[in-house]
């Protein structure tokens, strides 16, 4: 045990989508996931390395249509570097062959296609041990402006597909963790993300993924300003209005949080290749980011009374979108496996 780091809970991740997320379509090219993983597996501070990765379930990363083979080959790869997997991400999205949860029967079905192989995969890694934790992770597949059209009826159809994707993660031993961003269409506020988690009703299997960068764009409406919790001009520069946003919003959200992604943010969206504007992601010491990271992980890891939750085995820094420049560096990784371990120093525990 690292007596200066004693804490071995939660377990500490880097996400590998980062590589393929925003790159190509004109931008960055996609960085390999040999490359993610080596840059994750050789980052050090006091001795302390990540444990692990969260997976991106697409081409060129992690074929959705692996092969047993192909996920043993994975696991080894995996493992050959001191690492494990938890979280995997689920390609619903048309482009990656999946559908939109709110669209017609056909693309319903392509989605619940993609959630099905997305859970397939993660059983299967379980079963090879190399993933001990861990959730599917789905969003809507959807963009605001075609949800804002006919806000019931898509939410509606959100909720019944994603009450179809539940049956079929229950059928696996899998959860499924609906992701917290503004630009998916019926999640993109906080509210009519808990309508979308309460319509479902099914916290066994359906919780919800917050992003530090993205949920702190909750609190000033974009995408939805009538949902706001800070004013206009909220002074974001001053903790204290971060934490009474934060207080109201984690009252809600924090029960159904079940996976959870350290980040930081400057208060601005950003959109590369094919992704959507969404919260930015910012390097943990950027001089412009708004979130005192450790503290304000805490609202998440902690309940109303201070006391740890320990519903989130494993928390994860999502460096989407990142310059190419920047991941490639290896002290990037360093200065970020800095911030999420000062977050397991405040938040963790050592049991499991």
Same mark, same amino acid.
């Given at each position: ?12 991740? @880097?996400? #590998? *989508? ?26 050090? $501070? ?6 692990? +990765?969260? +997976? ?9 249509? =692996?092969?047993?083979? /192909? ?6 790869? +995996?493992?050959?570097?001191? &690492? ?8 619903? *999205?048309? !482009? ?7 669209? %017609? ?18 059983? /299967? ?14 969003? =809507? ?48 506020? *906080? ?8 319509? $479902?009703?099914?916290?066994? +299997? ?8 993205? #949920? ?21 520069? @001053? ?6 946003? &934060?207080?109201?919003?984690?009252? $809600? ?13 400057? %208060?601005? $969206?950003?959109?590369?290749? =094919?992704? /959507? ?6 390097? !943990? ?6 979130? /005192?990271? !450790? ?28 310059? @190419? ?24 525990? =050592?049991?499991?």
């Amino acid at each position: 045990m690292n007596m200066q780091h004693a804490n071995a809970f939660p377990k500490l991740h @880097n996400a #590998t *989508w980062p590589g393929v997320v925003g790159k190509g379509d004109g931008g960055e090219p996609p960085i390999d996931l040999d490359t993610m993983l080596d840059l994750t597996a050789q980052a050090s $501070v006091d001795g302390v390395r990540f444990d692990g +990765v969260d +997976v991106f379930l697409c081409a060129p990363h992690v074929d959705i249509d =692996s092969t047993p083979a /192909d996920l043993a080959r994975l696991a080894d790869k +995996v493992r050959s570097r001191g &690492l494990r997997i938890g979280s995997l991400v689920a390609p619903v *999205w048309p !482009p990656a062959g999946g559908g939109s949860a709110m669209g %017609g029967a056909e693309e319903r079905a392509q989605f619940l296609t993609q959630v099905r192989k997305a859970c397939r995969i993660a059983r /299967d890694l379980r079963g090879m041990g190399v993933r001990p934790y861990g959730a599917v992770r789905i969003d =809507s597949a959807g963009d605001t402006a075609t949800w804002a059209a006919d806000p019931a009826a898509n939410t509606r159809r959100i909720i019944d597909t994603f009450r179809e994707a539940c049956t079929i993660a229950a059928d696996h031993g899998e959860r499924l963790a609906a992701e917290g961003e503004i630009c998916w269409g019926g999640m993109h506020s *906080w509210k009519e993300m808990l309508h979308v988690l309460e319509g $479902v009703g099914r916290p066994d +299997v359906l919780g919800f993924q917050a992003d530090m960068a993205h #949920t702190m764009l909750y609190l000033m409406g974009y995408n939805a300003p009538q949902d706001r919790i800070l004013a206009p001009n909220a002074d974001l520069d @001053n903790p204290g209005v971060l934490d009474e946003g &934060l207080r109201k919003l984690t009252a $809600v959200l924090r029960p159904w949080t079940i996976d959870l992604h350290i980040a930081q943010n400057d %208060g601005t $969206v950003k959109g590369s290749g =094919s992704h /959507d504007k969404t919260g930015r992601h910012c390097l !943990p010491d950027d001089p412009n980011g708004k979130l /005192d990271i !450790p503290r304000h992980a805490g609202f998440w890891l902690r309940d109303e009374t201070g006391e740890l939750t320990r519903a989130i085995p494993q928390i994860c820094w999502d460096g989407c979108m990142f310059p @190419n420049e920047v991941m490639r560096k290896p002290e990037t990784w360093n200065r970020i496996l800095g911030a999420m371990l000062a977050v397991r120093d405040a938040h963790g525990w =050592s049991w499991d």
